[in-house]
């Protein structure tokens, strides 16, 4: 069996916990600001029209103007042929009745002897703990409180009907999984809006329990189609039968489409993180299985032009706890939420038949001598399903429609200067013109849609207009002076939990990373370019054979592979396409079999490789990290914190620039990534905890590769600020 | 006849001499020159048909049946509402084929010299060899209608009794020439189809003149039969002695003996006569290496693994069934129909599961899902009475607005009870009772009957489909309890997605039945038909369509058939069903029995050429 959730992000979990406590203030406030709402209903009808290609706007336009009479419409969405109507309480009943459950709860009663009653009650208990409670009222008041709130801060919600209508039908056919991308805690009720608003039955979602215990909120949640799922259970048998059944029952029974985020939490660096297969497998059984006919997976790609959380993400993967709720923080955040937060795209992708995707690598019947309640996978159900799952975050990203802002965003973090400043450092110190980052923007966007990345640009309009809106729709990380430059917003110092952080390197990182947050979302677009470009850019040959340019974007991906989302199976594939793409845009020469490098390292090739630069340099970190400090076994707290921790020396003493480094999520992809490269090792510590053995040879040898790709400061230099920093550090851990 | 009482010898039970005397005078039903009485590219009797009728409506030529001459009314319109046919498209079949049509025949001068010698009745008329070469798969109707045949058998015996068969397999054997055993000729798996490779002389052995019923005993309830004889011959010879056989498959008024035996056959009314393999004692089946038979009527014998299993199922591959001994019961007392409604399938298949939890089946209980149910209705015979048409209506509205039934859900169960008066009305209240507790309501017998009528019509529809451009066709399997609904809903959307893949423009005709009720599971039973206007290749694609179709019945845990058999079309899932090791043991046991291949259909699998022919 797969496991839902593995356990050694330790972080996302603090993440987890802090946002929930934020999500009952942001939510009270949203609400606050409902009913206090004395400001105008802002509409920028130039830049956000009713339709837009396939798009079509459904916050503004409503053929119902009335937000009472929207809410309160005739709402008669398609329902599954098979379904059998039931109360949200009858799936728990019909769960604890299912042959699993009480097949489970016998063999648990027989192993450790616990009694048979109080394992009954134990999963009585965990069902009323998980169970949804779908039900219109709650959907129908959250249609109308949101249209008001959203209204304000909204200038559109562009949602893409081109599949829509072939959904419609679907969901009257076969169940349906809607899988949408993971960004924003707005997501969930985002979902559930728009399928209200385009007449899609709305969907029971898979949560984290961590929303579940805030009171009225979890309840309420509930009420709008929230189910809730632990995010350990680690080896609790009774507990992972009743969620799969759980799962399984609704899918089975089509009651309602099933929503999830494959990526298990929100992703705070806003790129694609590597999919969880518990919930998406525990889903597919019942087709396996031969319950359903088939089931039709949907990618969702949600874009935000400007994120509720910037701040708070950036704070989270710096590993800052949240400062306390307060008057003043409240005030402030009341107005945040009054602020522009441009536009939604909320992009259904073409829905997947299982049926179709799985029909040359699955054989059904192996299920037929068993009973069904026993739950298995075969080999191929799970290498298939890894496989779907890989394809749907990257049909997400495909659908995804950037914002200008993700354009800008990688223009202020770029051309770092030799002195090691920044547009950034520049842009904060003395600006940047507009005319000049227009003109970036401009040639940025042309490269984004030659490599197949989609954008929202208004026809009709000059950059700079769209500049100047997505500048406005920013005005809180950067303002525009009277002499038309454009500066970044200074940021209060910071606190840190990690002693080796000091305040003003920290609001460094918190402004650095805000901007990458906006840059991530557009890496997808350019994740084999940029590799391509580092290996040219830092090749010291005049030319490059295709195979070596081969074997080192292979090294890469292997390395990268968990901070990016490749197809393992596409690799080939992938390279020749972005080889294609790149001669036919002149951004590299080939001669025969080789790439000439000088005439290769241009604009293009410079611009993305350091784009991805970054990510090198925190791995190149890490492994000197692990290479100075001689441990027998690591935890991976311990790794993480101590790079960061070596990074913040770095930088403050101008080795290295990048200060978005410093997040945690980039270094634990890191230490993921590392291991999958065999250059850390998993092991059982004596005690039977999980532990990692670093590998220093393959680590030197990751880490020379590196250096021969990206700058980084001598190793001599390193390593002398290692021993500066071993005293303190070592004392810590 | 005398040969019947000599191997009467052997057995326990007494000969009633009068009994045979006065069956030797009886023809069997089905002539030598069937093409007389049937239709030579069709289904049944010839003077039996659906035809359109001057005021276009649909109507049952003949006098055979009890809808025969009737009109049915509301056909048509099911036709053209379910079909997107048009009545101006039209596709007759082809005129009867003459000799220069048909591959001319292989000869295998030294055994023709032998058989000649021999005596036995033979035919080489090239229309005695058509009507041999095919079954009613599919495939095999449209040649006949609209294509033409690569391979035909070469000769025609026609032996009449057990001594006679032996007598053609050694020469066979002799002259190495292939045979294949032909009884009813109502397959539906192309396992009459001559191998189109062999290049050996075909022999189509056709057992229809040994009908005889050779001895019945009283005592034990058991009767001998040459396996030639028809279950409608069967039924009526054994009615008037008071007894029956009781095994009643849709084709029973064609079908064979000897081919219930070699494809494992089901009749309607299994659970209380069992199917053939209940109903069988002893079967005697000549071979290349000579007569494979048990050596008494004994009911049930641990001897090794049961012989008659390696014959049950054979399909011809190993040899000639001949004789067989079965068991036999006194005719009920009482037979009636019955149906109850069902708000939906899945409350259906729970009341079905539960009569078979309780093992309370009457003799047939069938589910037939809503496409079926409505298909049922629409061929209610013409209604003259007033008052019929207005009770109709106050049980249609009584249904619907009373009891909130869907016209488009509900679907009804058919039953037959057969038994003393108190045995069928214990059993009526029981099964009614049963179906309360599921929403079912009693529907009357004329419902029952209607359904069981279908069944038997089914054939004849079909051809007037095919007149119209519609092709059908029908596939089965078994498969456990809990997954009979899934499987339902799954193969029917297989089949509409594999249609529309393929281009169609209008949903086919997608329909099921479960059929059987067994302890551990039930056998289901599905119509499929569609318009075939604007396909090239019409039956390419239906072959295709139920190619997925099994597939998904495989996935779903279901059999590769209950009672079809393999054939030829299902030779490629055989290995899936029973392992390589199985199918070894299935090689090496044909090796035995037929180390030449003389019994060469090629059905089951493709038989391991010997080394030294190679």
Redesign the interface.
């Known amino acids: 069996m797969i496991r839902a959730i593995p356990s050694s992000k330790f972080f996302l979990h603090v993440c987890a916990k802090q946002s929930a406590g934020w999500v009952l203030g942001d939510f009270c406030r949203l609400v606050a600001l409902q009913l206090c709402s004395s400001g105008s209903i802002r509409r920028a009808m130039s830049f956000s029209p009713k339709r837009k290609g396939t798009y079509e706007e459904i916050l503004h336009h409503r053929s119902q103007q009335s937000d009472v009479g929207w809410s309160l419409r005739s709402y008669t969405p398609p329902q599954y042929r098979y379904c059998s109507p039931r109360r949200p309480i009858d799936v728990g009943t019909a769960v604890l009745a299912s042959p699993i459950i009480r097949h489970t709860v016998l063999q648990l009663s027989e192993e450790d002897e616990s009694s048979f009653a109080r394992l009954e009650q134990e999963a009585e208990a965990i069902v009323k703990e998980m169970g949804h409670d779908l039900g219109m009222g709650a959907i129908r008041l959250f249609a109308f409180v949101l249209s008001k709130a959203w209204r304000r801060i909204y200038k559109a919600i562009y949602v893409n009907s081109e599949h829509l209508t072939k959904l419609q039908g679907l969901c009257k056919d076969y169940p349906v999984l809607l899988l949408p991308s993971h960004r924003s805690y707005m997501d969930f009720l985002l979902m559930s809006y728009v399928c209200f608003a385009v007449n899609l039955p709305v969907p029971v979602i898979t949560a984290g329990a961590d929303f579940m215990s805030m009171k009225g909120v979890g309840s309420l949640l509930r009420k709008s189609g929230a189910f809730f799922i632990r995010r350990q259970f680690g080896s609790d048998k009774l507990y992972w039968a009743i969620f799969t059944e759980y799962v399984q029952s609704l899918v089975r029974n089509g009651d309602a489409p099933v929503e999830f985020f494959l990526e298990g939490t929100r992703s705070r660096a806003q790129k694609s993180m590597g999919p969880k297969l518990g919930c998406l497998s525990a889903a597919l059984e019942p087709y396996f299985k031969g319950e359903v006919a088939d089931i039709y997976v949907v990618p969702i790609g949600i874009s935000y032009d400007r994120l509720l959380e910037e701040t708070l993400y950036a704070y989270e993967l710096l590993g800052v706890p949240k400062p306390k709720e307060s008057t003043s923080g409240l005030l402030k955040a009341r107005h945040v939420l009054s602020g522009d937060y441009g536009n939604i795209h909320v992009s259904f992708s073409a829905p997947i038949s299982v049926h179709d995707y799985f029909r040359a690598g699955v054989d059904r019947s192996v299920h037929a001598t068993l009973p069904r309640y026993m739950s298995s996978h075969s080999v191929e159900e799970v290498a298939c399903t890894q496989s779907l799952a890989v394809d749907v975050l990257l049909q997400q990203q495909k659908a995804i429609v950037l914002s200008p802002w993700s354009l800008v965003a990688a223009i202020l973090l770029q051309h770092s200067q030799p002195g090691g400043m920044g547009v950034a450092e520049r842009s904060q110190l003395e600006g940047v013109g507009v005319a000049e980052l227009a003109e970036e923007v401009h040639w940025l966007k042309l490269q984004l849609e030659n490599f197949g990345g989609r954008i929202n640009w208004p026809g009709g309009y000059t950059t700079e207009a769209i500049l100047m809106d997505t500048l406005t729709v920013h005005s809180d990380l950067v303002s525009v002076s009277n002499e038309n430059r454009v500066y970044l917003k200074h940021v209060d110092d910071v606190k840190s939990k990690n002693a080796a952080l000091d305040p003003v390197t920290m609001a460094t990182a918190v402004r650095h990373l805000t901007l990458a947050l906006y840059r991530n979302q557009l890496l997808h677009v350019f994740q084999n370019l940029g590799l391509v470009a580092l290996v040219v850019t830092g090749s010291q040959e005049n030319e490059i054979s295709l195979e070596d340019l081969y074997k080192k974007f292979m090294f890469l991906r292997n390395l990268l592979c968990k901070d990016f989302i490749f197809r393992p199976c596409d690799v080939e594939k992938d390279f020749n396409g972005v080889l294609l793409g790149m001669k036919h845009t002149n951004a590299i020469v080939q001669e025969n079999n080789h790439i000439l490098v000088a005439p290769s390292v241009n604009k293009c090739t410079v611009f993305m490789s350091r784009m991805f630069e970054p990510f090198l340099v925190a791995y190149w970190v890490l492994c000197q990290f692990l290479l100075t400090h001689n441990r027998a076994s690591w935890k991976i707290r311990d790794i993480i914190e101590g790079t960061q921790g070596l990074e913040a020396a770095m930088l403050n003493h101008g080795m290295l620039h990048h200060y978005e480094i410093l997040s945690l999520e980039l270094l634990s992809n890191a230490v993921n990534g590392l291991i999958h490269c065999g250059a850390i090792c998993r092991e059982k510590a004596a005690n039977g905890n999980p532990s990692l053995l670093a590998k220093p040879f393959e680590l030197s040898k990751v880490a020379t590769e590196i250096a021969s790709m990206v700058t980084v400061p001598t190793c001599d230099d390193a390593a002398a600020y290692v021993k500066i920093l071993a005293v303190p550090l070592s004392a810590k851990l | 006849m005398l040969n019947s009482i000599e191997k009467s010898r052997k057995c326990h039970g007494k000969v009633d001499c009068h009994s045979t005397s006065s069956q030797s005078s009886v023809t069997g039903s089905l002539p030598k020159r069937r093409q007389d009485l049937l239709k030579w590219n069709g289904w049944g009797y010839k003077d039996t048909e659906f035809i359109l009728n001057e005021k276009l409506q649909v109507e049952l030529t003949g006098t055979r049946y009890k809808l025969s001459g009737m009109v049915l009314p509301l056909l048509k319109d099911w036709m053209l509402n379910n079909f997107n046919v048009n009545l101006d498209y039209v596709r007759p079949a082809q005129p009867e084929f003459s000799a220069a049509d048909l591959p001319s025949p292989v000869i295998n001068k030294p055994f023709l010299e032998d058989l000649q010698t021999s005596g036995l009745e033979h035919s080489l008329d090239c229309h005695d060899r058509l009507f041999r070469a095919h079954g009613h798969t599919l495939n095999e109707i449209w040649a006949l209608r609209e294509g033409s045949f690569n391979r035909i058998p070469d000769l025609v015996a026609w032996p009449t009794s057990q001594v006679e068969v032996m007598q053609m397999v050694q020469l066979a054997n002799k002259h190495n020439v292939v045979i294949i055993p032909f009884g009813g000729g109502t397959s539906v798996t192309q396992a009459l189809e001559c191998p189109s490779t062999e290049t050996r002389m075909i022999i189509s052995l056709d057992t229809s003149q040994m009908h005889k019923i050779l001895w019945l005993d009283e005592e034990n309830l058991t009767a001998c039969l040459e396996s030639g004889v028809t279950g409608k011959e069967i039924e009526q010879r054994l009615a008037s002695r008071g007894f029956c056989l009781g095994h009643e498959p849709d084709s029973y008024e064609f079908s064979t003996l000897g081919g219930w035996v070699a494809t494992r056959a089901s009749g309607m009314k299994k659970n209380i006569y069992g199917n053939i393999e209940d109903l069988v004692v002893l079967v005697r089946t000549v071979t290349t290496r000579g007569l494979l038979e048990k050596s008494c009527n004994a009911p049930r014998t641990s001897s090794g693994p049961d012989l008659h299993h390696a014959i049950l199922g054979s399909e011809g591959t190993l040899g000639v069934v001949t004789e067989v001994v079965v068991k036999i019961r006194p005719l009920p007392e009482c037979q009636k129909y019955g149906s109850v409604v069902f708000p939906c399938f ?1 409350d259906g298949v729970s009341c079905l599961r539960e009569v078979a939890r309780q093992r309370c089946a009457p003799a047939s209980i069938r589910l037939v899902d809503n496409e079926q149910f409505v298909f049922g209705q629409a061929l209610k015979p013409e209604n003259n009475s007033l008052v019929q048409s207005f009770l109709d209506g106050i049980k249609k509205a009584y249904l619907t607005r009373w009891k909130g039934f869907d016209i488009n859900k509900m679907c009804v169960a058919t039953l037959v009870f057969e038994g003393t008066l108190k045995e069928v009305e214990a059993q009526e209240k029981r099964v009614y009772e049963t179906a309360g507790k599921f929403g079912g309501l009693p529907a009357g017998e004329e419902n029952g009957e209607r359904g069981y009528f279908l069944t038997y019509l089914i054939a004849y529809i079909r051809d007037m489909g095919l007149q119209y451009g519609i092709i059908a066709e029908s596939f089965e399997t078994s498969i456990p309890w ?2 009979v609904t ?2 339902c ?2 193969v029917k ?2 089949l509409r ?1 594999e249609c529309k893949a393929m281009g169609m423009q209008h949903e086919p005709f997608a329909s099921c039945r479960v059929t059987q009720l067994y302890d551990a599971g039930a056998c289901v039973y599905f119509y499929f038909a569609f318009c075939i206007r604007g396909l090239s290749d019409p039956v390419k694609a239906y072959e295709e369509i139920e190619s997925a179709a099994r597939d ?1 019945i ?5 059999s590769i058939s209950h009672h079809h058999g393999i054939g030829k079309i299902r030779k490629k899932w055989l290995k ?1 069903s029973i392992s390589g090791v199985g199918v070894d043991v299935l090689q090496s046991i044909k090796r035995t029995l037929d180390p030449q291949n003389i019994f060469g259909n090629g059905n089951l699998f493709d038989a391991a050429v010997p080394i030294s022919k190679l």
């Open positions: 899945q809990d997954r899934d499987l809903h799954n959307d297989r997605r998904e495989l996935a779903c845990g279901g899936q």
